[in-house]
């Protein structure tokens, strides 16, 4: 059954402690926690004090997406703030594989995020060392964007990419997720979905968690 990791990005900031609540009520898995600089992307979300407000009240592992150039500057602080899954966007990192062993070193699973253009025949010489795929269903920086369709297409390749090397890998999808589109994406190949303004923006959070968890 696919992991359900709700984006709060979406969330709240005025009542975090209640949204971080509602998530570790909810049949979800992971917290998913985007971090944007305003540099990578065209805009900035929030930094380390959030992060911090974050894990205080969250029960379930923290899945840190960087959207900021140059992340091997703060992998260490971002251990020490309780990530458990820490992503770096291949198109930031220069040398992917001495960050992803950064990521490691620190106790960290480590993600590549993909964007929409990046094909992912570019992980081909790195997979095996790559706990988590995350591919941009949307041009990275906002929430409530639509979802990118020929990300279908990428789930498969990439789920072959991940059994032609026998790598251990996680395909998890970023931006534009709902009960619309869920369905495929598992069956595509999907093991994580992330979720943000269709979770936060509903009426009932809790069962639109459940219906995407169980779609
Ligand atoms: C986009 C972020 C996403 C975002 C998803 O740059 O990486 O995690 O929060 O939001 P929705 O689900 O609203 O597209
Ligand atoms: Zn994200």
Redesign the pocket.
């Known amino acids: 059954m696919a992991r359900i990791a709700p984006?709060?990005?979406?969330a709240d900031f005025g009542n975090l402690q209640q949204d971080c609540e509602m998530v570790n009520k909810s049949v979800s898995d992971w917290f998913?926690i985007?971090i944007?600089d305003g540099v990578f992307?065209p805009?900035i979300s929030f930094g380390m004090p959030v992060l911090k407000a974050i894990q205080k009240h969250a029960a379930k592992p923290l899945d840190v997406?960087l959207?900021i150039v140059d992340p091997d500057r703060y992998i260490e602080n971002f251990a020490e703030l309780g990530a458990q899954i820490l992503t770096v966007h291949y198109e930031a990192c220069t040398h992917l594989h001495r960050s992803l062993q950064k990521i490691k070193s620190c106790g960290m699973q480590a993600g590549v995020?993909l964007n929409p253009h990046t094909p992912v025949t570019h992980l081909e010489s790195i997979i095996t060392e790559i706990d988590l795929v995350?591919l941009?269903?949307?041009?990275?920086?906002?929430?409530?964007?639509s979802?990118i369709p020929s990300t279908y297409k990428k789930v498969t390749a990439t789920k072959e990419l991940i059994q032609k090397h026998k790598a251990n890998t996680l395909i998890e999808i970023?931006?534009?997720?709902?009960d619309k589109n869920a369905r495929e994406l598992k069956t595509a190949g999907a093991d994580v979905l992330?979720?943000?303004?269709?979770?936060?923006?509903a009426t009932d959070p809790l069962a639109t968690i459940e219906k995407l968890k169980n779609t």
Request: overall charge negative; proline content about 3%.
């Open positions: 984006s709060i990005l979406a998913h985007d944007m992307v805009n997406h959207m995020a995350c941009m269903s949307v041009n990275p920086g906002f929430g409530g964007q979802f970023d931006g534009g997720v709902t992330v979720a943000g303004s269709h979770i936060f923006k």
